[in-house]
């Protein structure tokens, strides 16, 4: 059996057992996005009427970065679920398959990345019709998908390191609070002229900006700049938090495999 295939056996047991607690899986990460885009944006709409605003109605504003928060909501899923997977003896049994153990991290990922999409879909279009728009069109909007995905998996890394260190499935799970300060410590939902100065500063810090520009970009294009400049710092942002966090998942999990 090759390395794809037992990845893509791995996959398809990871989405039924997210459709087994789909909740968790796939409804978590639509609520609150949807929650801010709703009633926050709407009790806010007045803020895009300040001179220099870069876009109106403030939905338009505000959408890409909770499509990205669409892929931290329920991050810790996937590391939980694989600290599990070790405890239970899966891996055990897993040694005995045609499979090597290093597909379950990699079908894991992909969930991470897959699991995201409906999400994503659900609250770019709730953001449409509260104002948002996607000015580079329909290859925009697979692109945008792309990039949020992108953005579960680099972001969520940084829930295996913990996960995989600890080896408490309950770890990962005392992080959720990390994806509101990221989003609030960001332009996400105002531009940094209209931030104290401690905080806007902090923002240039926070590499959830980055790619929050680069979607910003594809939606109502760049506040400064290009659209390519934005895309691809925001490719670089996410390439670096992916390579930087997997340098500390691969030893872990191999030490995982091999107790």
Request: charged share 10%; net charge positive; aromatic share 10%.
């Amino acid at each position: 059996m090759t390395a794809l295939s037992g990845t893509m056996i791995l996959l398809r047991r990871n989405l039924r057992e997210g459709l087994r607690s789909p909740v968790i899986a796939f409804v978590f990460p639509v609520l609150f996005p949807l929650f801010l885009i709703t009633l926050v944006a709407s009790s806010y709409e007045r803020m895009a009427f300040i001179p220099g605003f870069p876009v109106t109605p403030y939905a338009a504003y505000m959408a890409p970065g909770l499509l990205l928060f669409t892929g931290m909501m329920g991050s810790g899923y996937s590391a939980t679920a694989l600290v599990l997977d070790a405890q239970s003896g899966f891996l055990d049994r897993l040694r005995l398959q045609p499979v090597r153990p290093p597909a379950l991290l990699l079908s894991r990922l992909l969930f991470d990345a897959l699991r995201v999409v409906p999400a994503g879909l659900v609250v770019l279009g709730v953001s449409v019709l509260l104002g948002a728009r996607v000015d580079s069109g329909p290859a925009g909007v697979l692109l945008l998908l792309v990039l949020s995905s992108f953005w579960s998996v680099a972001y969520g890394g940084i829930f295996y390191v913990v996960a995989l260190r600890t080896r408490n499935p309950q770890a990962p799970l005392a992080m959720a609070p990390l994806s509101v300060l990221l989003l609030f410590a960001s332009p996400a939902a105002a531009p940094p002229y209209l931030l104290q100065d401690w905080l806007a500063k902090l923002t240039t810090w926070n590499p959830f900006t980055y790619v929050i520009e680069g979607i910003r970009a594809l939606m109502t294009g760049p506040e400064s700049g290009t659209t390519t400049e934005a895309l691809l710092k925001a490719l670089a942002v996410l390439v670096g938090l992916t390579v930087v966090t997997q340098i500390f998942v691969l030893p872990a999990f191999t030490r995982l495999v091999g107790d």
